[in-house]
């Protein structure tokens, strides 16, 4: 594999992942998001769905989107075209794969970019964790840890990438 062109940058990783973003909450939720300033971590006790998608590859590593479980629920009842009380008729597996959707997505807009840098990777398939008091603390050995902060209409979303360059 011929020698990246573009140095990896914490910048360069922000600015894939902010585009990344943008796209998927405009096409798929019809909503802004921009990136924000200032504390990350969720009130203690607040529920969160936490979406999570692999890369495999010259990029090994993994994305986890972080929401607040209220915004969650607004995000799967917009993806799919539905009010609260529809929603909540289908149950937690709805939002539970809407987020999963909406964080393979995200995984893959930003996989695409660092393909375009000249380092292909693959995704896994997304999983769905619900959980209280979530944080990534530290990163494994093996990777470097990017974290970014986004604002959605007051709505905090917190993404983490854990990734290695091969």
Known sequence: MPALETPITESLIGEHLTRAMTAVFKIMLGCSIVPAIGEAAAAPGI????GQVGLVGQVSGF???HLEDAFARECAGSMLGL???ELAALGTDAVMDAIGELANMTAGSFKNGL????????L???????????TVVASPRWAHRYHYRFDSHGHRVVVDVLMKVE
């Open 115 to 122: 393909c375009d840098l000249g380092l292909p990777c693959k």
């Open 47 to 50: 529920s969160m769905v936490v």
């Open 63 to 65: 994305t986890y989107i």
């Open 124 to 134: 896994t398939l997304p999983s769905v964790l619900r959980v209280c008091d979530f």
């Open 83 to 85: 009010d609260a009380r």
